[in-house]
């Protein structure tokens, strides 16, 4: 089975890799990238523990292969932070003890990153919603939630103090 | 985890990819959104030596109208179609049921025409284009076919797709005003197939039903219409009574499997169920 030269772009770095078609994009961030943030804690699709930004879209790491990122931009939890100051959703996690053990963490804030771009002002239940391809087995979600809404009132004011 | 090993290839038009399928016969399987294929490769149910990826067709996406018609890219992802402002305004049953269907990340990737090619009886699009009276448009060596939605579900994971065509495109007749729609699906959670569902697309004239479709999602094989449910509403007035005589028909066509969601007697009994509250909240929406 040939490998596949592909270019991808993830961090804002590019990457041309050889890579084999089976090569999950998981296991290609965690192992050939040593980008070990993201994690695996399931084989069914169902965990969201995997989850990346892929050309401004949520997806499971776990369901796509590598080789069908060439060309495409991927960004990952170790690309959140700008310069060492925590992105919002990293903060409001930080602040409402939105984690324990952190596992589900990385994939959470990936998630919440492009959530909240895809609707600023969330309702409750749309967090809920939203972050349903995300299992958590130490918080309950209830500290996510509040998590979401202090990460969306703080990008709300960052927005007023750019404009 | 760990899918075999394969050979992949990517096609940027549907002629290379029918041609592809042609030359290296089934051994080959369309990867699609990847989000039913890459799990039963996973767990190595599915061993295709190849993968024909078809993400970067392009005539393979987009909602468009024509004529009476609405017409979806096969590849069309499931999110695409819930933000659709067309299919919200010509067939809202499309545009709000796939919020039902998995999970954010999964509608990402996840298209129509993959949901309905994959034949699974717990998929959604199955029954709900049955209600819809959608036709499906194939392509192989040969050239188009169009099937209807109602000729196409023939088995568990089987269709009337041949293993050299390419589904491109799902056509659906848009809603005359005033039609009333559901799809109500009982989950044991968000992102869960269905213990049992009820697609229905009704509409009233002078207090009567002049028409109706009632399709069933995982109480069969495979996806099923059920005519017998359709014969108790038409022409009568909604009451009490005619939507338990619906409900008592679409028991009666159920023939579920027993898993871990429950037995047959339950899942027939919430056959009933979500089809009398489906044929409500679509007699809601009438005008």
Redesign the interface.
């Known amino acids: 089975m040939a490998k596949k030269l592909i270019s991808v772009k993830v961090n804002g770095r590019t990457q041309e890799k050889a890579v084999e078609p089976r090569t999950l994009l998981i296991h290609f961030l965690r192992e050939e990238l040593s980008l070990t943030g993201a994690h695996i804690g399931c084989e069914t699709s169902h965990c969201g523990a995997c989850t990346v930004d892929i050309d401004g879209q949520s997806v499971k790491s776990c369901t796509h292969l590598a080789v069908q990122c060439d060309g495409s931009e991927v960004l990952t939890v170790e690309g959140l932070a700008n310069a060492g100051v925590l992105h919002a959703v990293q903060e409001g996690f930080y602040k409402e003890h939105g984690l324990q053990c952190g596992f589900c963490t990385p994939g959470m804030l990936m998630r919440a990153y492009r959530f909240l771009q895809e609707n600023p002002n969330p309702s409750e239940a749309e967090i809920r919603a939203g972050m349903a391809g995300n299992l958590c087995r130490c918080t309950g979600y209830q500290n996510i939630v509040k998590a979401v809404q202090y990460a969306a009132a703080k990008l709300q004011q960052n927005e007023k103090v750019a404009a | 985890?760990?899918?075999?090993?394969?050979?992949?290839h990517a096609p940027r038009t549907v002629d290379e990819a029918i041609a592809l399928l042609g030359s290296l016969g089934s051994d080959a399987k369309l990867l699609a959104g990847?989000?039913s294929l890459?799990?039963m490769m996973?767990?190595r149910f599915a061993q295709p030596a190849h993968?024909i990826?078809i993400?970067r067709i392009p005539e393979l996406r987009g909602i468009r109208e024509e004529g009476n018609e609405v017409v979806i890219g096969a590849m069309t992802v499931e999110n695409e179609l819930i933000a659709s402002p067309l299919l919200q305004a010509k067939v809202p049953l499309l545009a709000d049921a796939p919020?039902q269907i998995?999970?954010?990340?999964?509608r990402?990737?996840g298209t129509i025409g993959g949901d309905i090619a994959h034949g699974d009886p717990g998929n959604d699009h199955p029954a709900i284009s049955l209600a819809l009276d959608a036709t499906f448009d194939l392509q192989g060596p040969q050239g188009k076919r169009s099937v209807k939605a109602a000729d196409f579900f023939l088995g568990t994971y089987t269709t009337a797709l041949a293993e050299d065509e390419i589904m491109v495109a799902i056509r659906v007749p848009a809603f005359a005003p005033g039609t009333g729609w559901a799809y109500e699906k009982l989950k044991r959670k968000?992102?869960d197939w269905a213990t049992a569902g009820a697609a229905v697309v009704l509409r009233l004239s002078g207090g009567s039903v002049s028409h109706v479709r009632i399709a069933l999602t995982n109480l069969a094989p495979m996806a099923i219409r059920v005519p017998a449910a359709e014969a108790a509403l038409l022409g009568q007035p909604l009451s009490a009574a005619s939507i338990a005589a619906a409900a008592q028909a679409a028991q009666t066509a159920a023939d579920p499997a027993e898993d871990l969601r429950g037995d047959i007697a339950y899942k027939t009994a919430m056959a009933g169920q979500m089809v009398k509250r489906a044929i409500q909240a679509a007699a809601a929406r009438c005008s």
Request: charged residues 20%; neutral net charge; without cysteine.
């Open positions: 985890m760990i899918p075999p090993a394969f050979d992949y990847g989000h890459l799990p996973k767990l993968l990826d993400n919020k998995a999970d954010p990340q999964v990402n990737r968000t992102g």
